[in-house]
């Protein structure tokens, strides 16, 4: 008879790689003080390889913007997922990107037998994963994965920009550089800063401005009287 320490299940790590897709999996967006924080997934097509796929952070914005269109292009699949800034104020930064990270795998067209994910956490996934530090530079699906997660974050970044251009969102991407924190001292932190963010707790919150509206017309202003030829109209 099997003794009871046999029968119990325990998690292994495993060897060898598992037949079917492979995703790889990253972030972009834990360190600013502002916007959400972005996951991409990818699966790449062996038989249509990207040359130049590296670590975003080592390319130039040009460059990553090229990579961008070939890996959207080239790609067996890619998602494109995020948190929110309530959700990082309301669970932490940590557990948003893990929740960033799984709905970028959920969001796969085509489900993988395995997920490579940078960095040395793990979302909770339902399929088998494995952390790979300093991925971004080692994976190519990793790298693919962190350029999309880049330029998308980027490009919010810019929107931003557009409603509240005295904080240099376009620049800074939300990271707090001096510029930035010189804008929260002056206007206050938007709605689009993470409040459980020490620099950004310690601002007051922004205050639009008053919008000029005209002022009514006065009662005693004289009011011009419709010519006779509009009065007789029918």
Known sequence: ?????????????????????????????????????????????????????????????????????LIMERALCCSVAQASVEEIDTHNILQATMLAMRRAVVGLRLKPGKVLVDGNRLPVLDVLAEAVVGGDALVKSISAASILAKVHRDRLCAQLHEEFPHYGFAAHKGYG??????????????????????????????????????????????VRPMPLEQAAAP
Do not use: N
Request: one cysteine or more; aromatic letters at 4%.
């Open 1 to 69: 008879m099997r003794s009871r320490k046999f029968l119990q299940a325990k998690q292994v790590s495993l060897t060898w790689d598992v037949p079917g897709l492979v995703a790889g999996v990253d972030e972009a967006g834990r360190g600013p003080l502002a916007g959400p924080v972005v996951a991409a997934a990818v699966i790449l097509d062996e038989r249509r390889p990207i040359r130049g796929l590296a670590d975003s952070k080592q390319l130039t914005a040009l460059k990553r913007e090229r990579l961008y269109d």
């Open 177 to 222: 550089t001096p510029e930035h924190l010189e804008a929260l001292r002056t206007h206050g932190a938007c709605v689009h800063h993470r409040r459980s963010f020490a620099p950004v707790a310690a601002a007051p919150l922004w205050q639009p401005p008053v919008s000029m509206t005209p002022e009514p017309l006065s009662s005693t202003q004289p």
